[in-house]
């Protein structure tokens, strides 16, 4: 029988915080396989400010409340959540009690599911996807590259048929200069802005009215900075002031020579609507730049075309939709739970990749830190080959090296395999039970090129995995 399920999206960024809740079915398909089926949203929140108190901290009870607020709304329960997760984003990650708010989050969600601050490869990876997956796929042959704007940072990927190939952040966005709404005097400004005004010769700081020429010279060295992202030139990084909004470097590929350009975050939704028709929100009506940037890349001609042609989805909610469609992957059905007591485990740091062609030694150095690290860790593998003798003389060879390092029985093993080999790769790494060892073989998990991963508990013989730190690189082609 189907298993109903909930998935959970939550974003707290710079300037707003949302969530999304959707329910879906755990369905076994003909081939065997368990999917996450019939996705139906269920509760869709409204944006609100990020709950910010006097002395510039997350205001972590007010989060508290709307936490508890969305979750009745969305009549979830702990256990019937199966994937997805919470990030927080841009200047929000950068608060000094935002680990406060991920303890609050996984307190209420548990800990296999993603919660987590300040990973902007992350936060690229997922706007791509809630933002672009299904543009790129109906332009398979197309290079994407996304600039998901909101009120601190812009998170960059650059994807082709749903696979991000690279990413990056800038710490360019809406709410670096904070003004009164309907005017430009202003109210506060992040430390980001205040280096550019030293650069730009802009003296002016809180209570201070920005000229149309202060204005005009911050944006244009905005734009100008996301136009080069574009095309590759780093030039204008070269000044010191500008290095600075470098938060994750991004390389565009050279031999690309031309990609569709989207946009998403709050400022790409502000974009869209009025390329659909809408009229521009009153001046500063949010309180800072963001509508002005937002009219500065609509009119600015090298994003004409891409515009003209392109809609991505999902818009000022990019992320929070990646994380409720994309965040979880459902495993193979045909696991090795060598201690299935172990789950769900978080942050599981990951420490390697394997092959069957991967030498001993490489074998060797991989488990070796997985021994090395106080709380075990995983490898990913991708076999190649689905031949018996292949696995088995795979299985062995680690087996042999396990046993050369005394791998300790009180260490998780966990090993990620892209095949569907699960259940006869763990028999053959702890020689059909001899070897007393906390291995479990996770199967049909697609390899990404990320630093921890989360395993939920076992449902319908499947679990969920998600990942999180994500290195620039994107995905592991």
């Known amino acids: 029988m189907p298993e109903l399920v909930k998935l959970i999206g939550l974003d707290f960024g710079t300037t707003t915080s949302s969530a999304v809740i959707a329910a879906a079915l755990l369905r076994r398909t003909a081939t065997g ?7 139906e949203e269920i509760f869709r929140s409204e944006m609100v400010f990020t709950p910010i108190d006097a002395n510039d901290r997350l205001d972590v009870e007010a989060v508290e409340r709307l936490l508890d607020g969305w979750l009745r709304a969305g009549k979830v329960q702990a256990r019937e959540l199966f994937g997805g997760g919470a990030l927080l984003t841009g200047l929000t990650a950068q608060k000094d009690n935002a680990a406060a708010l991920v303890r609050l989050i996984r307190s209420r969600l548990g800990d296999a599911l993603i919660a987590t601050a300040d990973d902007p490869c992350l936060e690229s990876w997922l706007a791509f996807m809630g933002s672009c997956a299904d543009l790129s796929r109906r332009h398979p042959e197309a290079f994407v590259l996304n600039l998901d704007i909101g009120g601190g940072t812009t998170n960059i990927a650059l ?7 690279r990413t990056g952040c800038l710490f360019v966005g ?19 802005a205040r280096e550019l005004f030293v650069h730009l010769g802009i003296g002016k700081g809180p209570g201070d009215d920005l000229s149309a020429a202060d ?8 734009v100008r900075l996301l136009e080069a992202v574009c ?9 010191p002031a500008v290095q600075r909004l470098e938060q994750v470097r991004f390389d565009m590929a050279m031999d690309i020579l031309d990609s569709a350009v989207t946009f998403s975050g709050g400022v790409g ?10 009229p521009w929100p009153a001046t500063t009506h949010y309180g800072d730049l963001g509508i002005d940037l937002a009219q500065r890349i609509a009119a600015a001609p090298v994003w004409a075309e891409s515009l003209r042609r392109f809609r991505p989805g999902s818009g000022g909610r990019a992320t929070v939709y990646g994380l409720l469609r994309h965040a979880t992957e459902v495993s193979g059905s045909t696991l090795f739970l060598g201690s299935p007591h172990l789950l769900p485990l978080a942050d599981m740091p990951i420490l390697g990749a394997l092959t069957a062609q991967s030498s001993d030694a490489h074998i060797h150095d991989v488990l070796l830190l997985i021994q090395q690290s106080s709380r075990g860790g995983c490898v990913q593998i991708r076999i190649g080959s689905k031949e018996a003798v292949v696995v088995a003389e795979f299985g062995r060879r680690i087996a042999r090296i396990l046993q050369q ?7 998780p093993l966990v090993l990620l395999v892209e095949e569907n080999l699960g259940k006869v790769l763990g028999q053959y790494v702890t020689c059909w039970g001899k070897l007393p060892l906390k291995v479990l073989v996770i199967d049909e998990v697609p390899a990404r090129d990320a630093q921890y991963v989360q395993i939920g508990t076992l449902r319908d013989q499947v679990v969920p995995v998600s990942f999180h730190g994500f290195r620039p690189a994107g995905e592991t082609p």
């Open 33 to 39: 396989r368990v999917d996450l089926d019939e996705q």
């Open 159 to 165: 994807g082709r048929d749903r696979q991000v190939s």
């Open 174 to 192: 809406a709410r670096h200069v904070q003004v009164v709404p309907g005017t430009y005097r202003i109210v506060k400004l992040s430390t980001y």
């Open 215 to 222: 204005v005009d010279a911050f944006l244009t060295l905005n």
């Open 231 to 239: 095309s590759g030139d780093r030039t204008l990084l070269e000044i």
């Open 269 to 278: 939704e502000l974009i869209y609507r009025h390329l659909q028709g809408e």
């Open 405 to 411: 390092i005394a791998f300790p029985a009180t260490h």
